[in-house]
């Protein structure tokens, strides 16, 4: 049996928003449940990110490693970002994301997957990309700032991703997600296999 994911609003009578920040906010929602009875909800309110597992012409994964304040480390990483622009397509966001982190662009480029990062308590969904055919980017090198001002840059075996993921020493949401996402889809049907580029995106929509 093939299982999938379905859309559904249990009835809000109240709303509130706590806090608003840069790019996210908290929002209380008093949410009546299947019974009838009450209950507060406190999550989230994000735009959307869009991640990118680029695959080189030697089966190696571009990551980048920056410090993550919340957790108290430094994270390798798949390089992402946050939709900046509401209705943005999500190809154009992850094509500039991978030029500002890596200062590369691909050829060919699919969906990996679709993902919520913390559907308890975010609404944050992220599309993860699978890039191919990368090559060295024209112009000159994005300049990051505050975390981004030292991350490191690498390339690495995708067996050697997942065999840290697997032993507990790799635990960033979309590296993990897209790294397996990315094991599954090369070792079954092929990458040819994957959702274009613009695939529909019901969790964030966007004009192609």
């Known amino acids: 049996m093939r299982i999938k994911d ?11 928003t706590p806090f608003t920040g840069n790019k996210t906010g908290v929002r209380t929602d008093e949410v009546v449940m299947p019974d009838g009875s009450r209950t507060t909800r406190d999550y989230q309110v994000h735009p959307g990110s869009v991640a990118i597992l680029a695959l080189d012409g030697e089966g190696r994964v571009i990551v980048v490693r920056q410090y993550r304040h919340p957790v108290r480390q430094r994270l ?38 679709d993902i919520y990062t913390s559907p308890g308590g975010s609404d944050e969904a992220v599309r993860i990309f699978l890039a191919r055919g990368v090559s060295e980017a024209e112009g000159e090198r994005y300049e990051g700032d505050h975390e ?44 040819e296999s994957l959702r274009p580029a613009d695939a529909p995106w019901p969790a964030r929509p966007f004009e192609a």
């Open 76 to 113: 390798w990483e798949i390089p992402a970002g946050l939709l900046d622009i509401p209705g943005e397509n999500p190809l154009h966001a992850a094509q500039r994301e991978l030029y500002e982190e890596a200062h590369v662009k691909a050829e060919d480029w699919r969906v990996l997957t």
């Open 148 to 191: 981004e001002a030292d991350m490191e840059l690498a390339r690495i075996p995708l067996d050697e991703l997942i065999a840290g993921i697997l032993a507990g020493e790799l635990h960033n949401t979309c590296l993990t997600a897209g790294v397996l996402a990315a094991h599954a889809a090369q070792t079954g049907a092929g990458f």
């Open 6 to 16: 379905t859309p559904e609003e249990w009835r809000i009578t109240a709303t509130t």
